[in-house]
């Protein structure tokens, strides 16, 4: 969510140097598919879903037709993978962070403030500047207003995204493919009630669920964001190259 492209491509650098072709893109709206000013920006996580991720998808499968393709999405992008149109051509999924944003599943310091930025911020900036602020006021990032309230209407729902978004749990319980996902203790924003909330809504498939403390992987944080910084390229990064190659050995 307001994460540009380039904030993963360090990680991506790594991947192709392990001999695998790696695409990232930004959603409509975000880094450099933002065209003219935001406040005309009318995407939809619906349309980041249909329009910027399935693009994606579709053309890495058309460049690599007899290779397996994985997706790896980092909080929002590994949420909304099960609703990707071609989701039957993906080989596997890897889930960096991902969790329920219900209040009940975010870390219990922000949660007193949930309600200023859902019944207060949200409503009343997005009218004004046409989307959401965030850098203005360091709270997210910039986001289209669309995109904000579709946000705004899973986090207001005790189930998140399984209820408020039409065709959720069917979406995850269809998924066939294997799913890696990594949550990281001291996550800053999500509960790893959350995590694993969301990593059981895959009823019909094999998940590795793997929760990482910074002890784990002899480093002092990890959080967040902190998996895709440069400093984790010995102690991360292969856990996701080593289940790569345990998928492609099987």
């Known amino acids: 969510m307001a994460v540009q492209q380039l904030f993963y491509a ?3 650098e790594y991947l192709a140097t392990q001999g695998y072709r790696v695409w990232t893109f930004d959603y409509q709206g975000i880094g450099e598919s933002k065209q003219g000013a935001m406040r005309a920006c009318k995407a939809t996580i619906s349309t980041w879903i249909n329009a910027d991720y399935e693009a994606v998808v579709m053309q890495a499968g058309k460049d690599m037709s007899d290779l397996p393709l994985y997706v790896l999405g980092h909080s929002l992008g590994g949420l909304i993978t099960p609703f990707l149109p071609s989701i039957k051509s ?3 999924i890897i889930n960096i962070a991902i969790g329920s944003g ?8 922000l949660q007193p403030v949930m309600p200023l930025l859902w019944h207060v911020l949200t409503p009343l900036l997005c009218p004004v500047f046409g989307y959401f602020p965030g850098s203005k006021i360091g709270v997210v990032g910039d986001v289209p207003q669309h995109a904000m309230f579709e946000w705004r209407r899973w986090c207001l729902n005790p189930e998140y995204l399984l209820d408020a978004a039409a065709g959720a749990r069917p979406a995850y319980a269809a998924i066939q493919c294997p799913v890696l996902n990594l949550f990281f203790t001291d996550d800053e924003l999500l509960l790893v009630s959350g995590g694993r909330f969301m990593n059981e809504a895959y009823t019909g498939t094999e998940v590795e669920f793997r929760t990482i403390e910074p002890a784990d992987v002899n480093t002092d944080r ?5 998996f895709f910084k440069a400093r984790q390229q010995e102690a991360l990064w292969p856990v996701v190259t080593n289940w ?7």
Do not use: V, Y
């Open 90 to 92: 993906i080989s596997g």
């Open 222 to 226: 990890i959080g967040h964001f902190g």
């Open 10 to 12: 360090a990680f991506a």
């Open 102 to 109: 219900a209040t009940r599943h975010i870390q219990s310091r």
């Open 244 to 250: 790569l190659e345990k998928q492609s050995n099987t």
